[in-house]
């Protein structure tokens, strides 16, 4: 015990003397590790949060297609579902998509259906007549649309339509709110001109989650030009976004991992000329082959372990603390309105453990083969170079 | 206690899909897009929204294969 840790106590006091390339090497490490630790943390808030809020989501929406498109749906399709048997409810949803040419901006407009008009989460109230609505945190900003301002719509007739903000749904929400624009039903109708008889789609509620996958057969059977979509479907479609097979972590993770092999890399073809006079001094006033590796090792720990936590550190900060500003630019493509993340802490332990293992291993690997001939070389030669 | 809230807000607006991507209705909704949506431009298009790169295609369990 006492002998490693004097040879620990060497090993640092060695790193000290290299203070600016040890702290270069820190700082590098570091860095990459926060960039890699940032993008697990931020899937994996994001999967986990967007999965957990989705539980809420509808049992089922049924929607029409034609020519493998989205279609409308009639409305009449309602009472036939509600006939089955596990149906709770099947409610019409009317919602469409707006852009806004004066900020380039694209809008979700929904319809409030019926039910509570207050909601925690919104200042204010849903809209109760037609010229009244509730806009997110990111339309109420770019719009100046605050409660009990106006905000006016060019609708599909290409008239300006009025709207007094009744409520503004509150920043928590942004990452289900930021864009909406919610209306009155009738309202949704009137702007985009929809056929009375018919709803964008059908939410269904089924109040045993097991039933769900047969009753998505039985409509199927009834309606074969619809498409049932269960709300795994909708949880699963997450799941692909934020996982690593996805787009997004191979696109983001591959800049961080080719820096890490580089340094890596650069670690093993080879040690300078002072290591090895060090390693030659060192076995020349008595230290063994097993001291001088077990030194390199304890120095290889040393630096791993700093910058493994201090990468941590600064990945959870910059994620649960700041809202990920370094990657948002990465996610947000051509989004004008994008929202900003308040995410609840939420760290798979796994990652962390993988993330270690493939930055750790590696680079005492790195550091101790390179040492191996040279530890075991005569020291003589090695100190004359 | 804020997990609550949003859940309610998510049932009572029966939404379907988190507003990130906003810049295509294929992005904004990926759940609900069609697979088509990503490809409407013209015969042979890309898919050209950056975010499109980012999003995987939804998984279409329901549907029979042709």
């Known amino acids: 015990m006492m002998r490693h840790l ?5 090993a640092l006091n060695s790193l000290y003397r290299r203070k600016f390339k040890t702290f270069a090497l820190l700082a590098a490490y570091s860095f990459t590790i926060a960039v890699i630790a940032s993008v697990l943390f931020l899937t994996h808030a994001l999967k986990t949060e967007t999965n957990a809020l989705l539980a809420s989501a509808p049992d089922l929406v049924v929607q029409k297609m034609l020519g493998g498109r989205h279609d409308l749906i009639p409305i009449q399709h309602a009472e036939s ?16 998509y707006y852009y806004d040419a004066l900020i380039k901006a694209n809008y979700t407009l929904i319809g409030a259906g019926s039910g509570s008009q207050h909601l925690d989460l919104l200042e204010g109230r849903l809209p109760t007549k037609p ?5 997110g945190k990111g339309v109420s900003m770019l719009r100046g649309a605050q409660l009990g301002k106006d905000l006016i719509l060019i609708n599909n007739k290409n008239m300006g339509v009025l709207y007094k903000v009744t409520g503004v749904f509150s920043s928590a929400s942004s990452m289900f709110t930021n864009d909406l624009v919610v209306l009155t039903d009738r309202a949704i109708v009137e702007f985009f001109d929809l056929p009375q008889n018919k709803a964008t789609d059908l939410a269904v509620t089924i109040p045993n989650k097991r039933e769900i996958q047969t009753i998505a057969a039985k409509i199927k059977k009834k309606f074969p030009d619809t498409r049932p979509i269960t709300k795994n479907e909708l949880i699963k479609t997450y799941d692909l976004v934020f996982n690593w097979r996805s787009g997004m972590m191979l696109t983001l993770f591959s800049g961080a991992i080719f820096a890490f092999c580089l340094l890596a890399w650069d670690k093993a073809t080879g040690i300078s000329a002072d290591e090895k006079q060090e390693i030659g001094i060192l076995k020349a006033i008595g230290w063994s082959t097993s001291d001088v590796l077990l030194l390199k090792f304890w120095e290889g720990i040393a630096i791993s372990l700093v910058s493994f936590f201090a990468g941590i550190i600064i990945a959870y900060i910059h994620v649960f603390s700041f809202g990920a500003p370094a990657l948002t630019p990465i996610m947000k493509g051509w989004s004008t309105l994008f929202p900003l993340f308040q995410l609840q802490p939420n760290i798979n332990l796994l990652h962390l453990y993988t993330l270690g293992f493939f930055t750790v291993i590696p680079y005492l690997a790195s550091t101790v083969f390179p040492i191996w001939k040279t530890a075991t070389t005569d020291p003589e030669s090695v100190m004359r170079g | 206690m804020q997990q609550e809230q949003k859940k309610a807000l998510v049932h009572r607006l029966t939404l379907t899909d988190p507003a990130i991507w906003t810049e ?4 904004r909704h990926p759940s609900q897009a069609d697979l088509f949506s990503p490809f409407q431009d013209a015969p042979a298009s890309f898919d050209h929204f950056p975010a499109g790169s980012i999003i995987a ?4 369990s329901s549907e029979q294969s042709p």
Do not use: K, S
Not at chain 1, 6 to 10: A, E, F, G, R
Not at chain 1, 131 to 135: G, L, N, Q
């Open chain 1, 6 to 10: 004097n040879i620990l106590n060497y």
């Open chain 2, 57 to 60: 295609p939804p998984p279409f």
């Open chain 1, 81 to 96: 579902i509600n006939a089955f048997l596990g149906v709770q409810q099947t409610t019409p949803r009317y919602w469409g």
């Open chain 2, 24 to 27: 295509a209705r294929y992005t």
């Open chain 1, 131 to 135: 010229d009244e609505c509730a806009v």
